[in-house]
């Protein structure tokens, strides 16, 4: 044992990453920074339908049963990502046509991928985006799911996932739900409309996650994220972090106070979120700034690395992971 694996395992709040499937078969030290740190591991890929679901007849569950392996082979748990989401789609389900054969590939998927890890991923993040994010008016994202099934297809997710795991947490995951502007203000008034929307149905949600991939340049609204969260509670749902890290691209050159306002970012959300309730889980997406999904989409115009993660390069600690603990 690591010596920091039997500090972390008395954590109160699981702490988590997810994991990037080249290194974890290549990099020994990314492995050994994994079990010294979490609790739970979530694929960054893998579980995605383009990743599953290369035709219609094909599951590859290479990845995923690599990833599980280690999971349990080291005492964590894991989430599942994601069984509905706009994004990572195969072209042959972008294809789909209707209400028919979309309901049916959903509840398909949905019931042949839960119910094959059913017992051993005791929580799915099972609707991905679902808001739309096309200026101030937020509403349903577009995707293959919607256009044919209209708001609709996230009860039929909800619904096949829960009977496919009854014992599951069945999570509805979103970004831009943490900042003090107004878009993020829409965002957390749709969602919340949203999730007024799905109890009024009945349909089997029990969470909200916040991805918080959190703008470094933008203040975590933390009076307006704990009343938002106390409205989620209220609603008699539970919340989690669910794809945690700091976009840094308009954040300072300087390492110490880049690393300090980032640190800062992620420790008025965590705090924001503890003065209500506790969360059912931390996870960041990547443990370390060597592997990040971070510069392909918010490279820095400076050309220096982007460092939104808990660990640096090299595996040593930063102060965000150092207010991760203290929350957890
Ligand atoms: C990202 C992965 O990190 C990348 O490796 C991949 O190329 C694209 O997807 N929100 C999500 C995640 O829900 O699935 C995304 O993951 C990041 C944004």
Redesign the pocket.
């Known amino acids: 044992l690591f010596e920091g694996a039997a500090a972390a395992s008395h954590s109160a709040i699981p702490f988590g990453a997810?994991v990037s499937d080249g290194p974890l078969q290549t990099d020994a030290a990314y492995q050994k920074a994994l079990i010294e740190h979490c609790q739970l591991l979530v694929g960054?890929?893998g579980m995605?339908w383009a990743d599953l679901r290369p035709s219609p007849s094909q599951y590859v569950y290479d990845q995923p049963d690599r990833l599980i392996a280690f999971a349990e082979a080291n005492g964590m748990k894991m989430r599942g990502?994601?069984l509905a989401w706009y994004a990572?789609m195969p072209d042959w389900a972008l294809q789909l046509k209707g209400e028919t054969e979309t309901s049916r590939e959903l509840m398909t998927h949905i019931e042949t991928v839960v119910g094959r890890y059913k017992g051993r991923i005791p929580s799915w993040d099972v609707v991905?985006?679902a808001l739309s994010d096309d200026g101030p008016r937020v509403g349903l994202r577009d995707s293959v799911w919607s256009a044919n099934l209209g708001e609709y297809y996230i009860d039929l997710a909800f619904h096949t996932a829960r009977a496919a795991d009854p014992a599951a947490q069945l999570v509805i995951?979103d970004?831009g739900l943490e900042a003090a502007t107004a878009k993020s203000s829409a965002r957390r008034r749709a969602m919340l409309d949203l999730l007024r929307r799905l109890r009024d149905r009945d349909v089997p949600v029990q969470a909200l996650g916040f991805?918080a991939?959190l703008p470094g340049n933008e203040e975590i609204d933390k009076d307006e994220v704990s009343r938002f969260v106390s409205d989620v509670k209220d609603m008699g749902l539970d919340v989690l972090v669910t794809?945690l890290d700091v976009i840094d691209d308009q954040l300072p050159a300087d390492i110490k106070e880049r690393d300090a306002i980032a640190a800062k970012r992620v420790g008025a959300l965590l705090g924001a979120i503890l003065d209500v309730t506790r969360p059912t889980a931390v996870v960041t997406?990547g443990i370390t700034d060597r592997y990040t999904?971070v510069p392909?989409w918010y490279k820095r115009a400076d050309g220096q690395a982007n460092r939104p993660l808990p660990l640096d390069e090299d595996y040593r600690e930063k102060p965000m992971m150092r207010t991760i603990k203290q929350a957890v």
Do not use: D, M, P
Request: proline letters at 0%; aromatic letters at 18%.
């Open positions: 997810a960054e890929g995605k990502h994601t990572a991905n985006e995951n970004y991805q991939h794809e997406w999904w392909i």
